[in-house]
Protein backbone atom coordinates (compact mmCIF):
# COMPACT_ATOMS: atom_id res chain seq x y z
CA UNK A 1 0.00 0.00 0.00
CA UNK A 2 2.75 2.17 0.63
CA UNK A 3 4.61 1.19 -1.99
CA UNK A 4 1.78 1.62 -4.32
CA UNK A 5 1.20 5.97 -2.59
CA UNK A 6 4.69 6.43 -3.78
CA UNK A 7 4.89 5.24 -7.14
CA UNK A 8 1.88 7.57 -8.04
CA UNK A 9 3.16 10.54 -9.59
CA UNK A 10 0.28 13.07 -8.02
CA UNK A 11 1.81 11.90 -4.25
CA UNK A 12 3.94 14.95 -3.81
CA UNK A 13 0.22 17.66 -4.55
CA UNK A 14 -1.56 15.39 -2.55
CA UNK A 15 0.43 15.52 0.18
CA UNK A 16 0.42 19.26 -0.10
CA UNK A 17 -3.20 19.38 -0.55
CA UNK A 18 -3.74 17.35 3.03
CA UNK A 19 -1.48 19.73 4.73
CA UNK A 20 -2.67 22.88 3.67
CA UNK A 21 -6.43 21.06 4.61
CA UNK A 22 -5.35 20.25 8.04
CA UNK A 23 -3.53 23.71 8.55
CA UNK A 24 -6.80 25.70 7.79
CA UNK A 25 -8.68 23.07 9.71
CA UNK A 26 -6.30 23.96 12.98
CA UNK A 27 -7.11 27.46 12.02
CA UNK A 28 -11.06 27.81 11.95
CA UNK A 29 -13.67 24.88 12.82
CA UNK A 30 -15.54 26.38 9.98
CA UNK A 31 -13.72 24.98 7.63
CA UNK A 32 -14.11 21.10 7.87
CA UNK A 33 -17.85 21.09 7.36
CA UNK A 34 -19.70 19.26 4.71
CA UNK A 35 -20.94 22.40 3.89
CA UNK A 36 -17.81 24.14 3.32
CA UNK A 37 -16.71 21.03 1.42
CA UNK A 38 -19.41 21.41 -1.10
CA UNK A 39 -18.95 25.29 -1.85
CA UNK A 40 -15.23 24.26 -2.60
CA UNK A 41 -16.25 21.99 -4.96
CA UNK A 42 -18.91 24.05 -6.26
CA UNK A 43 -16.80 26.95 -6.53
CA UNK A 44 -13.33 24.54 -8.43
CA UNK A 45 -15.87 23.28 -10.78
CA UNK A 46 -15.32 25.80 -13.75
CA UNK A 47 -11.41 25.99 -12.84
CA UNK A 48 -11.08 22.61 -13.02
CA UNK A 49 -13.37 22.08 -16.39
CA UNK A 50 -11.14 24.73 -18.28
CA UNK A 51 -8.09 22.79 -16.41
CA UNK A 52 -9.07 19.42 -17.86
CA UNK A 53 -9.35 20.41 -21.13
CA UNK A 54 -6.24 22.64 -21.33
CA UNK A 55 -4.50 19.09 -19.76
CA UNK A 56 -4.42 17.57 -23.38
CA UNK A 57 -3.11 20.56 -24.79
CA UNK A 58 -0.03 21.01 -22.29
CA UNK A 59 1.16 17.02 -22.30
CA UNK A 60 0.94 17.60 -26.16
CA UNK A 61 3.64 20.56 -25.87
CA UNK A 62 1.20 23.38 -26.34
CA UNK A 63 -0.42 25.65 -24.72
CA UNK A 64 -3.89 27.68 -24.55
CA UNK A 65 -3.91 31.18 -23.27
CA UNK A 66 -7.54 31.91 -24.96
CA UNK A 67 -9.29 29.97 -22.27
CA UNK A 68 -10.73 33.07 -20.37
CA UNK A 69 -11.74 34.63 -23.30
CA UNK A 70 -13.62 31.15 -24.76
CA UNK A 71 -15.13 30.95 -21.61
CA UNK A 72 -16.38 34.73 -22.63
CA UNK A 73 -17.73 34.19 -25.95
CA UNK A 74 -18.86 30.61 -24.89
CA UNK A 75 -20.97 32.62 -21.84
CA UNK A 76 -22.21 35.47 -23.68
CA UNK A 77 -23.36 33.20 -26.57
CA UNK A 78 -25.18 30.87 -24.07
CA UNK A 79 -26.88 33.85 -22.37
CA UNK A 80 -28.04 34.96 -26.05
CA UNK A 81 -30.00 32.05 -26.82
CA UNK A 82 -31.39 31.12 -23.05
CA UNK A 83 -33.24 34.67 -23.18
CA UNK A 84 -36.73 34.11 -21.40
CA UNK A 85 -38.56 32.88 -23.83
CA UNK A 86 -36.46 31.91 -26.81
CA UNK A 87 -34.69 28.86 -27.37
CA UNK A 88 -35.24 25.62 -25.73
CA UNK A 89 -32.38 24.84 -23.32
CA UNK A 90 -30.69 22.15 -25.18
CA UNK A 91 -30.48 23.92 -28.44
CA UNK A 92 -28.69 26.46 -26.62
CA UNK A 93 -26.44 24.33 -24.76
CA UNK A 94 -25.73 22.61 -28.31
CA UNK A 95 -24.96 25.76 -30.07
CA UNK A 96 -22.62 26.94 -27.38
CA UNK A 97 -20.81 23.75 -27.27
CA UNK A 98 -20.24 23.50 -31.11
CA UNK A 99 -19.13 26.64 -30.84
CA UNK A 100 -16.43 26.12 -28.79
CA UNK A 101 -15.22 23.12 -30.16
CA UNK A 102 -15.08 25.46 -33.46
CA UNK A 103 -13.13 28.38 -31.91
CA UNK A 104 -11.11 25.49 -30.59
CA UNK A 105 -10.70 24.28 -34.08
CA UNK A 106 -9.38 27.71 -35.17
CA UNK A 107 -6.67 27.83 -32.75
CA UNK A 108 -5.81 24.18 -33.45
CA UNK A 109 -5.56 24.85 -37.21
CA UNK A 110 -3.56 28.23 -36.96
CA UNK A 111 -1.13 26.20 -34.70
CA UNK A 112 -0.87 23.11 -37.23
CA UNK A 113 -1.08 25.20 -40.49
CA UNK A 114 0.89 28.32 -39.62
CA UNK A 115 3.73 26.64 -37.60
CA UNK A 116 3.72 29.76 -34.84
CA UNK A 117 4.10 28.82 -31.46
CA UNK A 118 1.05 27.98 -29.96
CA UNK A 119 1.78 30.88 -27.55
CA UNK A 120 1.61 33.03 -29.46
CA UNK A 121 -0.97 31.96 -31.55
CA UNK A 122 -3.55 31.63 -28.61
CA UNK A 123 -2.50 35.10 -27.37
CA UNK A 124 -4.01 36.58 -30.18
CA UNK A 125 -7.26 34.78 -30.12
CA UNK A 126 -7.22 35.32 -26.52
CA UNK A 127 -7.47 39.01 -27.57
CA UNK A 128 -9.49 38.47 -30.42
CA UNK A 129 -12.21 36.03 -28.70
CA UNK A 130 -12.33 39.10 -26.02
CA UNK A 131 -13.81 41.26 -28.54
CA UNK A 132 -15.83 38.87 -30.07
CA UNK A 133 -17.63 38.46 -26.37
CA UNK A 134 -17.68 42.30 -25.91
CA UNK A 135 -19.18 42.64 -29.73
CA UNK A 136 -21.77 40.02 -29.07
CA UNK A 137 -22.92 41.63 -25.75
CA UNK A 138 -22.74 44.87 -26.92
CA UNK A 139 -20.75 45.53 -24.09
CA UNK A 140 -23.36 44.89 -21.56
CA UNK A 141 -24.30 42.04 -19.17
CA UNK A 142 -27.06 40.07 -20.76
CA UNK A 143 -29.04 38.88 -18.32
CA UNK A 144 -33.49 37.74 -17.97
CA UNK A 145 -32.24 34.03 -18.72
CA UNK A 146 -34.12 31.24 -18.53
CA UNK A 147 -34.76 29.69 -14.94
CA UNK A 148 -33.82 26.32 -16.39
CA UNK A 149 -29.91 27.49 -17.68
CA UNK A 150 -30.00 29.25 -13.82
CA UNK A 151 -30.49 25.59 -12.51
CA UNK A 152 -26.99 24.00 -14.12
CA UNK A 153 -25.63 26.84 -11.96
CA UNK A 154 -27.58 26.27 -8.54
CA UNK A 155 -30.13 23.69 -8.42
CA UNK A 156 -29.38 20.15 -6.98
CA UNK A 157 -29.39 16.58 -8.59
CA UNK A 158 -29.01 13.39 -6.21
CA UNK A 159 -28.62 15.58 -3.78
CA UNK A 160 -25.36 17.07 -5.63
CA UNK A 161 -25.01 20.74 -6.99
CA UNK A 162 -25.41 20.18 -10.81
CA UNK A 163 -21.70 21.85 -10.94
CA UNK A 164 -20.41 19.09 -9.21
CA UNK A 165 -22.03 16.74 -10.93
CA UNK A 166 -20.64 18.18 -14.21
CA UNK A 167 -16.71 17.89 -12.46
CA UNK A 168 -17.63 14.78 -12.25
CA UNK A 169 -18.55 13.59 -15.38
CA UNK A 170 -15.97 15.92 -17.33
CA UNK A 171 -13.21 14.43 -14.77
CA UNK A 172 -14.67 10.79 -15.83
CA UNK A 173 -14.83 11.54 -19.69
CA UNK A 174 -11.24 13.06 -19.45
CA UNK A 175 -9.57 9.99 -17.18
CA UNK A 176 -10.53 7.42 -19.69
CA UNK A 177 -9.93 9.66 -22.75
CA UNK A 178 -6.28 10.30 -21.43
CA UNK A 179 -5.69 6.77 -20.25
CA UNK A 180 -7.74 4.06 -21.75
CA UNK A 181 -7.71 5.20 -25.85
CA UNK A 182 -5.76 5.23 -28.81
CA UNK A 183 -5.92 9.02 -28.54
CA UNK A 184 -4.60 9.61 -25.07
CA UNK A 185 -1.57 7.59 -25.91
CA UNK A 186 -0.48 9.58 -29.08
CA UNK A 187 -1.25 12.99 -27.12
CA UNK A 188 1.47 11.78 -24.69
CA UNK A 189 3.80 10.57 -27.78
CA UNK A 190 3.38 13.62 -29.46
CA UNK A 191 3.79 15.93 -26.17
CA UNK A 192 7.28 13.79 -25.77
CA UNK A 193 8.69 13.60 -28.98
CA UNK A 194 6.97 14.52 -32.07
CA UNK A 195 9.28 13.64 -34.75
CA UNK A 196 9.62 10.09 -33.13
CA UNK A 197 5.36 9.69 -32.97
CA UNK A 198 5.48 10.98 -36.51
CA UNK A 199 8.00 8.67 -37.84
CA UNK A 200 5.74 5.57 -36.01
CA UNK A 201 3.20 6.51 -38.02
CA UNK A 202 1.32 9.40 -36.01
CA UNK A 203 -0.87 11.68 -37.88
CA UNK A 204 0.34 13.92 -35.59
CA UNK A 205 -1.01 17.37 -37.48
CA UNK A 206 -4.81 15.36 -36.79
CA UNK A 207 -4.03 14.67 -33.08
CA UNK A 208 -2.43 18.23 -31.98
CA UNK A 209 -5.91 20.20 -34.17
CA UNK A 210 -8.11 17.75 -31.65
CA UNK A 211 -6.23 18.59 -28.04
CA UNK A 212 -7.28 22.61 -29.24
CA UNK A 213 -10.65 21.16 -30.08
CA UNK A 214 -11.19 19.16 -26.33
CA UNK A 215 -9.69 22.50 -24.56
CA UNK A 216 -12.30 24.56 -26.35
CA UNK A 217 -15.20 22.33 -25.98
CA UNK A 218 -14.63 22.09 -22.25
CA UNK A 219 -14.03 26.16 -22.16
CA UNK A 220 -17.55 26.41 -23.62
CA UNK A 221 -18.37 24.07 -20.74
CA UNK A 222 -17.07 25.99 -18.30
CA UNK A 223 -18.60 29.49 -19.53
CA UNK A 224 -22.10 27.48 -19.45
CA UNK A 225 -21.85 27.20 -16.04
CA UNK A 226 -20.02 30.08 -14.80
CA UNK A 227 -23.28 32.09 -16.86
CA UNK A 228 -25.97 29.72 -15.42
CA UNK A 229 -23.60 30.32 -11.91
CA UNK A 230 -23.86 34.01 -11.89
CA UNK A 231 -27.15 33.97 -13.97
CA UNK A 232 -25.90 36.74 -16.17
CA UNK A 233 -24.02 36.62 -19.54
CA UNK A 234 -20.87 38.43 -18.74
CA UNK A 235 -18.49 39.59 -21.49
CA UNK A 236 -15.90 40.67 -19.02
CA UNK A 237 -15.98 37.24 -17.13
CA UNK A 238 -13.15 34.69 -17.04
CA UNK A 239 -10.15 37.25 -17.31
CA UNK A 240 -7.48 35.92 -16.16
CA UNK A 241 -9.16 32.25 -15.69
CA UNK A 242 -6.23 30.63 -18.36
CA UNK A 243 -3.70 31.21 -15.89
CA UNK A 244 -5.59 29.54 -13.04
CA UNK A 245 -6.55 26.68 -15.37
CA UNK A 246 -2.68 26.69 -16.57
CA UNK A 247 -1.35 27.14 -12.89
CA UNK A 248 -3.48 24.18 -11.88
CA UNK A 249 -1.90 21.84 -14.27
CA UNK A 250 1.32 22.26 -13.54
CA UNK A 251 0.79 22.21 -9.85
CA UNK A 252 -0.97 18.95 -10.57
CA UNK A 253 2.40 17.73 -11.76
CA UNK A 254 1.91 17.87 -15.90
CA UNK A 255 5.07 18.88 -17.45
CA UNK A 256 5.63 21.99 -19.08
CA UNK A 257 7.38 20.61 -21.62
CA UNK A 258 4.55 17.92 -22.70
CA UNK A 259 4.65 14.18 -22.86
CA UNK A 260 3.56 13.63 -19.37
CA UNK A 261 0.73 14.60 -16.94
CA UNK A 262 -2.03 13.10 -15.31
CA UNK A 263 -6.36 14.59 -14.95
CA UNK A 264 -6.37 13.16 -11.40
CA UNK A 265 -2.62 15.76 -10.76
CA UNK A 266 -4.96 18.52 -12.23
CA UNK A 267 -8.21 18.13 -10.39
CA UNK A 268 -5.63 17.95 -7.04
CA UNK A 269 -3.85 21.06 -8.46
CA UNK A 270 -7.50 22.38 -8.96
CA UNK A 271 -8.68 21.46 -5.44
CA UNK A 272 -5.36 22.65 -3.87
CA UNK A 273 -5.34 26.56 -5.55
CA UNK A 274 -9.57 26.09 -4.15
CA UNK A 275 -9.21 25.56 -0.67
CA UNK A 276 -6.33 27.97 -1.13
CA UNK A 277 -8.71 30.75 -1.50
CA UNK A 278 -11.68 29.37 0.59
CA UNK A 279 -9.72 29.12 3.42
CA UNK A 280 -7.84 32.54 3.13
CA UNK A 281 -11.56 34.38 3.12
CA UNK A 282 -12.51 32.09 6.01
CA UNK A 283 -10.06 33.03 8.22
CA UNK A 284 -10.27 36.75 6.92
CA UNK A 285 -6.32 37.69 5.46
CA UNK A 286 -6.18 41.01 4.44
CA UNK A 287 -6.80 41.32 0.72
CA UNK A 288 -3.54 42.21 -0.02
CA UNK A 289 -1.81 39.26 1.84
CA UNK A 290 -3.82 37.43 0.20
CA UNK A 291 -2.41 37.45 -3.01
CA UNK A 292 1.20 37.10 -1.47
CA UNK A 293 0.18 33.95 0.11
CA UNK A 294 -1.32 32.75 -2.42
CA UNK A 295 1.65 32.68 -4.88
CA UNK A 296 3.93 32.00 -1.96
CA UNK A 297 2.15 28.69 -0.87
CA UNK A 298 2.10 27.53 -5.10
CA UNK A 299 5.65 28.04 -5.36
CA UNK A 300 6.12 26.20 -2.28
CA UNK A 301 4.17 23.86 -3.32
CA UNK A 302 5.67 23.07 -6.65
CA UNK A 303 9.65 23.23 -5.38
CA UNK A 304 8.23 19.99 -2.19
CA UNK A 305 6.52 18.06 -4.99
CA UNK A 306 10.13 18.60 -7.12
CA UNK A 307 11.87 17.20 -4.11
CA UNK A 308 9.63 14.53 -3.09
CA UNK A 309 9.49 13.31 -6.86
CA UNK A 310 13.85 13.13 -6.97
CA UNK A 311 13.87 11.28 -3.47
CA UNK A 312 11.20 8.90 -4.82
CA UNK A 313 14.41 8.16 -7.21
CA UNK B 1 -8.62 69.27 -58.59
CA UNK B 2 -11.52 67.60 -56.77
CA UNK B 3 -9.68 68.15 -53.28
CA UNK B 4 -8.93 71.22 -53.91
CA UNK B 5 -12.26 72.82 -54.61
CA UNK B 6 -13.61 70.71 -51.17
CA UNK B 7 -10.72 72.64 -49.45
CA UNK B 8 -11.71 76.03 -50.97
CA UNK B 9 -15.58 75.16 -49.90
CA UNK B 10 -14.75 74.00 -46.59
CA UNK B 11 -12.75 77.24 -46.22
CA UNK B 12 -15.35 79.02 -47.10
CA UNK B 13 -17.78 77.65 -44.43
CA UNK B 14 -15.62 78.35 -41.75
CA UNK B 15 -14.94 81.21 -42.69
CA UNK B 16 -18.78 82.25 -42.81
CA UNK B 17 -18.92 80.55 -39.95
CA UNK B 18 -16.72 82.93 -38.38
CA UNK B 19 -17.49 86.27 -39.77
CA UNK B 20 -21.32 85.51 -38.22
CA UNK B 21 -19.27 85.11 -35.13
CA UNK B 22 -21.32 88.57 -33.77
CA UNK B 23 -24.81 87.30 -33.33
CA UNK B 24 -27.26 87.31 -30.62
CA UNK B 25 -26.82 83.90 -28.50
CA UNK B 26 -23.86 82.64 -27.27
CA UNK B 27 -21.78 79.38 -28.90
CA UNK B 28 -20.51 77.24 -26.58
CA UNK B 29 -17.90 73.93 -27.37
CA UNK B 30 -18.50 70.74 -25.74
CA UNK B 31 -15.92 67.66 -26.03
CA UNK B 32 -16.96 64.39 -24.72
CA UNK B 33 -15.20 61.47 -23.81
CA UNK B 34 -16.80 58.89 -25.38
CA UNK B 35 -20.64 58.96 -26.91
CA UNK B 36 -20.43 55.02 -26.52
CA UNK B 37 -20.57 55.16 -22.96
CA UNK B 38 -24.52 54.97 -21.93
CA UNK B 39 -23.96 57.23 -18.86
CA UNK B 40 -22.00 59.87 -21.05
CA UNK B 41 -24.73 59.91 -23.44
CA UNK B 42 -26.89 60.73 -21.12
CA UNK B 43 -24.85 64.05 -19.79
CA UNK B 44 -24.84 65.11 -23.63
CA UNK B 45 -28.49 64.36 -24.27
CA UNK B 46 -29.60 66.78 -20.71
CA UNK B 47 -26.67 69.41 -22.48
CA UNK B 48 -28.29 69.67 -25.63
CA UNK B 49 -31.42 69.90 -23.59
CA UNK B 50 -30.53 72.65 -21.60
CA UNK B 51 -29.13 74.19 -24.48
CA UNK B 52 -32.39 74.49 -26.30
CA UNK B 53 -34.54 76.49 -23.46
CA UNK B 54 -31.30 78.56 -23.11
CA UNK B 55 -30.77 79.50 -26.42
CA UNK B 56 -27.49 78.50 -27.03
CA UNK B 57 -25.69 77.13 -29.62
CA UNK B 58 -23.91 74.08 -29.16
CA UNK B 59 -21.26 72.05 -30.84
CA UNK B 60 -20.79 68.51 -29.40
CA UNK B 61 -17.96 66.68 -30.55
CA UNK B 62 -17.00 63.21 -29.79
CA UNK B 63 -13.37 62.53 -28.58
CA UNK B 64 -13.40 58.61 -28.82
CA UNK B 65 -11.61 58.07 -25.63
CA UNK B 66 -7.97 59.82 -26.99
CA UNK B 67 -6.86 62.56 -25.63
CA UNK B 68 -4.98 63.47 -28.26
CA UNK B 69 -8.12 63.94 -29.81
CA UNK B 70 -9.42 65.95 -27.18
CA UNK B 71 -7.06 68.35 -27.41
CA UNK B 72 -7.11 68.97 -31.24
CA UNK B 73 -10.65 69.22 -30.46
CA UNK B 74 -10.33 71.90 -27.81
CA UNK B 75 -7.83 73.69 -30.45
CA UNK B 76 -10.44 73.80 -32.59
CA UNK B 77 -12.99 75.31 -30.80
CA UNK B 78 -10.37 78.10 -29.69
CA UNK B 79 -9.78 79.21 -33.54
CA UNK B 80 -13.59 78.92 -33.96
CA UNK B 81 -13.68 81.46 -31.17
CA UNK B 82 -16.31 79.76 -29.21
CA UNK B 83 -17.39 81.37 -26.11
CA UNK B 84 -17.09 78.99 -23.44
CA UNK B 85 -15.65 75.16 -23.58
CA UNK B 86 -17.47 72.37 -21.61
CA UNK B 87 -14.80 69.30 -21.29
CA UNK B 88 -15.09 66.18 -20.33
CA UNK B 89 -12.04 64.37 -19.78
CA UNK B 90 -11.05 61.39 -21.28
CA UNK B 91 -7.64 61.71 -18.79
CA UNK B 92 -6.68 63.08 -15.42
CA UNK B 93 -2.52 64.32 -16.92
CA UNK B 94 -2.92 63.54 -20.93
CA UNK B 95 -6.63 66.16 -21.46
CA UNK B 96 -4.84 69.03 -18.97
CA UNK B 97 -3.02 70.70 -22.06
CA UNK B 98 -6.74 71.40 -23.62
CA UNK B 99 -7.83 73.05 -19.96
CA UNK B 100 -4.64 75.47 -20.21
CA UNK B 101 -5.36 76.16 -23.70
CA UNK B 102 -8.18 77.38 -23.44
CA UNK B 103 -7.39 79.85 -20.50
CA UNK B 104 -4.19 81.05 -22.64
CA UNK B 105 -6.93 81.95 -25.28
CA UNK B 106 -9.13 83.79 -22.85
CA UNK B 107 -11.96 81.32 -23.31
CA UNK B 108 -13.42 79.91 -19.93
CA UNK B 109 -13.77 76.12 -19.60
CA UNK B 110 -15.80 73.58 -17.52
CA UNK B 111 -15.20 70.64 -16.87
CA UNK B 112 -17.77 68.30 -15.90
CA UNK B 113 -17.61 64.20 -14.72
CA UNK B 114 -14.32 63.90 -14.06
CA UNK B 115 -10.76 66.42 -13.57
CA UNK B 116 -8.18 67.12 -15.38
CA UNK B 117 -4.51 67.99 -13.36
CA UNK B 118 -4.88 71.55 -14.54
CA UNK B 119 -7.45 73.59 -12.45
CA UNK B 120 -10.43 74.73 -15.17
CA UNK B 121 -12.70 77.66 -14.52
CA UNK B 122 -15.38 75.33 -12.55
CA UNK B 123 -15.93 71.49 -12.14
CA UNK B 124 -19.73 70.28 -12.17
CA UNK B 125 -19.64 66.45 -11.11
CA UNK B 126 -20.19 63.68 -8.56
CA UNK B 127 -17.55 62.48 -5.51
CA UNK B 128 -16.92 58.68 -5.30
CA UNK B 129 -16.66 58.80 -1.70
CA UNK B 130 -19.92 60.43 -0.96
CA UNK B 131 -21.76 57.32 -3.29
CA UNK B 132 -20.16 54.89 -0.52
CA UNK B 133 -20.80 57.27 2.46
CA UNK B 134 -24.28 57.35 1.33
CA UNK B 135 -24.57 54.07 0.97
CA UNK B 136 -23.03 53.14 4.29
CA UNK B 137 -25.07 55.93 5.86
CA UNK B 138 -28.71 53.65 4.12
CA UNK B 139 -26.77 50.34 5.94
CA UNK B 140 -26.50 52.19 9.29
CA UNK B 141 -30.05 53.90 8.94
CA UNK B 142 -31.29 50.07 8.34
CA UNK B 143 -29.09 48.88 11.18
CA UNK B 144 -30.09 51.63 13.52
CA UNK B 145 -26.68 52.38 14.05
CA UNK B 146 -25.47 48.49 15.22
CA UNK B 147 -24.47 45.37 13.25
CA UNK B 148 -22.19 43.26 11.40
CA UNK B 149 -21.02 44.46 8.17
CA UNK B 150 -19.43 42.74 4.70
CA UNK B 151 -17.66 45.34 2.83
CA UNK B 152 -16.39 44.23 -1.11
CA UNK B 153 -13.87 46.26 -2.28
CA UNK B 154 -12.94 46.72 -5.97
CA UNK B 155 -9.31 45.96 -7.50
CA UNK B 156 -6.93 47.11 -4.50
CA UNK B 157 -5.27 50.49 -5.07
CA UNK B 158 -7.02 52.06 -8.34
CA UNK B 159 -8.58 55.43 -7.28
CA UNK B 160 -12.30 54.37 -7.32
CA UNK B 161 -11.95 51.27 -5.05
CA UNK B 162 -9.26 54.24 -2.34
CA UNK B 163 -12.21 56.54 -2.48
CA UNK B 164 -15.15 54.50 -2.09
CA UNK B 165 -13.02 52.92 0.91
CA UNK B 166 -12.31 56.23 2.48
CA UNK B 167 -16.29 57.18 2.30
CA UNK B 168 -17.00 53.64 3.73
CA UNK B 169 -14.81 54.04 6.57
CA UNK B 170 -15.78 57.55 7.66
CA UNK B 171 -19.27 56.08 8.14
CA UNK B 172 -17.54 53.20 10.31
CA UNK B 173 -15.93 55.64 12.27
CA UNK B 174 -19.41 57.64 12.91
CA UNK B 175 -21.17 54.83 14.08
CA UNK B 176 -19.31 52.86 16.63
CA UNK B 177 -21.74 50.15 16.64
CA UNK B 178 -21.15 49.05 13.05
CA UNK B 179 -18.94 46.28 13.03
CA UNK B 180 -16.80 45.22 9.66
CA UNK B 181 -17.06 42.15 10.12
CA UNK B 182 -14.46 41.38 7.05
CA UNK B 183 -13.30 43.33 3.63
CA UNK B 184 -11.83 41.66 0.82
CA UNK B 185 -12.20 42.36 -3.07
CA UNK B 186 -14.05 40.84 -5.24
CA UNK B 187 -12.20 42.80 -7.88
CA UNK B 188 -15.33 44.41 -9.54
CA UNK B 189 -16.56 41.33 -10.68
CA UNK B 190 -19.30 39.17 -10.51
CA UNK B 191 -18.74 35.39 -10.52
CA UNK B 192 -15.12 36.44 -7.88
CA UNK B 193 -18.08 38.41 -5.58
CA UNK B 194 -19.94 35.41 -5.96
CA UNK B 195 -17.69 33.05 -4.62
CA UNK B 196 -16.37 35.38 -2.04
CA UNK B 197 -19.47 35.56 -0.70
CA UNK B 198 -20.34 32.16 -0.44
CA UNK B 199 -16.86 32.11 1.71
CA UNK B 200 -18.26 34.11 4.05
CA UNK B 201 -21.89 32.30 4.58
CA UNK B 202 -19.47 29.88 6.07
CA UNK B 203 -17.71 31.27 8.22
CA UNK B 204 -20.09 33.95 9.39
CA UNK B 205 -23.78 32.35 8.86
CA UNK B 206 -26.20 34.29 10.59
CA UNK B 207 -24.17 36.86 11.74
CA UNK B 208 -24.01 38.63 8.45
CA UNK B 209 -26.47 41.58 8.37
CA UNK B 210 -25.47 44.03 5.84
CA UNK B 211 -23.22 44.01 2.65
CA UNK B 212 -21.63 46.84 0.93
CA UNK B 213 -19.96 46.35 -2.63
CA UNK B 214 -18.30 49.09 -3.84
CA UNK B 215 -19.79 48.70 -7.27
CA UNK B 216 -23.42 47.22 -8.56
CA UNK B 217 -21.70 43.72 -10.25
CA UNK B 218 -20.57 42.59 -7.05
CA UNK B 219 -23.05 43.55 -5.11
CA UNK B 220 -25.28 41.48 -7.77
CA UNK B 221 -22.53 38.55 -7.12
CA UNK B 222 -23.27 38.55 -3.52
CA UNK B 223 -26.79 38.65 -3.68
CA UNK B 224 -26.80 35.71 -5.80
CA UNK B 225 -25.00 33.73 -3.37
CA UNK B 226 -27.31 34.66 -0.64
CA UNK B 227 -30.31 33.95 -2.56
CA UNK B 228 -29.05 30.74 -3.13
CA UNK B 229 -28.53 30.10 0.30
CA UNK B 230 -31.98 31.33 1.11
CA UNK B 231 -30.62 34.26 3.00
CA UNK B 232 -31.03 37.45 1.08
CA UNK B 233 -34.15 38.64 3.09
CA UNK B 234 -32.22 39.02 5.81
CA UNK B 235 -29.14 40.19 5.00
CA UNK B 236 -29.13 44.44 3.75
CA UNK B 237 -27.02 44.20 0.51
CA UNK B 238 -26.54 48.26 -1.36
CA UNK B 239 -24.02 48.39 -4.17
CA UNK B 240 -22.70 51.74 -5.65
CA UNK B 241 -23.62 52.74 -9.95
CA UNK B 242 -27.21 52.17 -10.85
CA UNK B 243 -26.62 49.98 -13.71
CA UNK B 244 -29.59 48.79 -15.60
CA UNK B 245 -29.43 45.31 -13.70
CA UNK B 246 -29.28 46.57 -10.54
CA UNK B 247 -32.20 48.70 -11.60
CA UNK B 248 -34.02 45.91 -12.68
CA UNK B 249 -32.78 43.94 -9.52
CA UNK B 250 -34.45 46.45 -6.91
CA UNK B 251 -37.43 47.18 -8.76
CA UNK B 252 -37.93 43.10 -8.38
CA UNK B 253 -37.09 43.56 -4.81
CA UNK B 254 -33.61 41.62 -4.33
CA UNK B 255 -30.93 44.19 -4.20
CA UNK B 256 -32.07 46.83 -1.49
CA UNK B 257 -30.66 50.06 -3.07
CA UNK B 258 -27.76 51.45 -5.58
CA UNK B 259 -26.71 54.98 -5.56
CA UNK B 260 -26.89 56.45 -9.19
CA UNK B 261 -25.15 59.39 -10.56
CA UNK B 262 -27.32 62.15 -11.90
CA UNK B 263 -26.41 62.46 -15.50
CA UNK B 264 -29.07 64.93 -16.30
CA UNK B 265 -28.03 67.25 -13.44
CA UNK B 266 -24.44 67.34 -14.24
CA UNK B 267 -25.04 68.16 -18.06
CA UNK B 268 -27.76 70.96 -16.97
CA UNK B 269 -25.38 72.89 -14.30
CA UNK B 270 -22.52 72.43 -16.50
CA UNK B 271 -24.34 74.24 -19.07
CA UNK B 272 -25.27 77.00 -16.72
CA UNK B 273 -21.90 77.36 -15.49
CA UNK B 274 -20.82 77.81 -19.05
CA UNK B 275 -22.42 80.58 -19.65
CA UNK B 276 -22.59 82.25 -16.44
CA UNK B 277 -18.55 82.03 -17.26
CA UNK B 278 -19.34 83.60 -20.92
CA UNK B 279 -21.42 86.15 -19.83
CA UNK B 280 -18.86 86.88 -17.50
CA UNK B 281 -20.71 86.65 -14.67
CA UNK B 282 -19.42 86.29 -10.99
CA UNK B 283 -19.57 82.57 -9.81
CA UNK B 284 -20.09 82.18 -6.00
CA UNK B 285 -18.88 78.43 -6.23
CA UNK B 286 -16.60 76.96 -8.90
CA UNK B 287 -16.91 72.92 -7.72
CA UNK B 288 -20.20 71.82 -7.82
CA UNK B 289 -20.49 68.83 -6.67
CA UNK B 290 -24.31 66.94 -7.58
CA UNK B 291 -25.58 64.36 -4.93
CA UNK B 292 -25.88 61.05 -5.85
CA UNK B 293 -29.26 59.66 -5.66
CA UNK B 294 -30.59 56.57 -4.09
CA UNK B 295 -32.44 54.18 -6.13
CA UNK B 296 -34.29 51.62 -3.64
CA UNK B 297 -37.85 50.28 -3.66
CA UNK B 298 -40.75 52.24 -1.94
Known amino acids: MKNLF ?81 YALWIGLLLTLLAGMAMGAFNG ?37 NESLNFLGSGDMMGLPVPIIFLIISFVFCQLLLTKTV ?115 IILAVVLDGLYQKMKK | MKIRVLILFVACLVGSACSEKKKDHLVIGVSMLSMQNEFIQQVADALEKSAKTANVELIVVDA ?33 PAVEKAQKAGIPIVNVNSSTKSKPDAFVGSDDAESANMAMELIAKHLNGKGNVLMIQGYMGQAAQLDRERGAKAVFAKYPGLKLLASQTGEW ?84 MAVELAQKKKIKESNILIPFEIFQKK
Open chain 1, 6 to 86: LKSPTGGIFIALVLVCLLFGSLTSRFFTPMNMSVILNQVSVNAILAFGVTFVIIAGGIDLSLGSLLAVSGVIVALLSQEGS
Open chain 1, 109 to 145: ALVVLTKVPPFIVTLGTMTIGRGVALLLSKGRPISDL
Open chain 1, 183 to 297: FGRYVKAIGGNEMAAFVAGVRVNRIKLWVYVISGLFAALAGILLTARINTGQPNAGLGFELDAIAAVIIGGTSTRGGKGTITGTLLGVLFIGVINNGLDLINVSAYWQQVIMGGI
Open chain 2, 64 to 96: ERSSLKQVEQVESFISQQVDAIILNPCEFEASS
Open chain 2, 189 to 272: DRAKSMSLMENWIQSFGDQIQAVFAQNDEMGLGALQALMDAKKDAQVYVVSVDGIQDARKSVEQGNLDATLIQNAEKQGSESLR
